[in-house]
């Protein structure tokens, strides 16, 4: 059997709906973006069919990546040439697409607690991610979330079943109930530096939507505020690794100074590429400190 090595593509002439020039990953993903948008505004029955023939073509390609990824496995080589090739932005997209690949445990685990966050505050509480051992999850309640009436069980059994539910190789979900509430009153709590957290800015050094750099050691982290939630993550855009502190943000979304890339800040999620996401650190207050646990 001859198998034909792929050809230098020829310039793509443009789309006669404003398609891409370029076959690049950006403009590839907008396009199918274009075709999408244009399929949903067909009358219901042509609509469906288009759906349709989406989902088997899709199925199609998902037997047969999951074939390819299993050949590749089989051998030492071919798991090494898998990795190399996983790091292509486009071949994660199509592998993430398929569920051959999935996001890092925590940022699923963060938008799992963010979906339930507006459901928690609307009873007076809140929930902070600490950290992820394994298949365990840590979690801090807040407010009326952190006492022991029935009430506050129901929010912390939510919890649990809306992780689980999203993200099901998280075994465990743990209650850590042995520090004080985060918030702007207090003092400095002792013992914090010892147990991973390191010392921000204060509050008021952070402005409505801009994003403030935080270089503490070999840390570097970004820090967000947005009305009343202070927000930390890496400061290292997941694309090419460039900083992100001179990236601009509208509302919830922050886009990348360097190539553009949107990231929903509420949980992390790129907008222009869904397989890659932001590190989220957790963070907590103190009097007027912000203070931050970097991984």
Known sequence: MTIALPQEPMPRKEAAGGGASRDDFESLAADVDRALAAVRELPDEARQKAMDLKAAIEAFHRHALRRLVKALRATEAGKELLLRAVEDPAVYALFHLHGIVRPDLTARVVAALEEMRPYMRSHGGDVELVKVEGDVVHVRLHGACAGCSLSALTLRNGVEEVVK???????????????????????????????????????????????????????????????????????????????????????????????????????????????????????????????????
């Not at 009305?227 to 460039?242: K, T």
């Not at 886009?255 to 949107?262: E, K, L, S």
């Not at 957790?282 to 931050?292: A, I, K, L, S, T």
Request: hydrophobic share 35%.
């Open 165 to 295: 539910s999203r993200v099901p190789e998280v075994r465990e979900i743990v209650v850590v109930e042995d520090q004080p509430v985060s918030g702007f009153v207090g003092s400095r709590p002792p013992g914090l530096a010892e147990k991973g957290w390191v010392e921000g800015p204060p509050v008021t050094a952070l402005e409505e939507g801009r994003p403030y750099r935080l270089q503490v050691g070999d840390h570097d982290v970004l820090l967000i505020r947005l009305e009343s939630r202070i927000m930390a993550f890496r400061n290292q855009c997941p694309h090419m690794g460039l900083p992100l502190d001179g990236g601009t943000v509208e509302r919830t979304v922050l886009t990348c100074p360097w190539h553009g890339f949107r990231f929903d800040l509420t949980s992390g999620e790129c907008l222009t590429a869904p397989h890659v996401q932001l590190e989220p650190f957790p963070v907590r207050v103190e009097g007027d400190r912000v203070w931050v646990r970097p991984h």
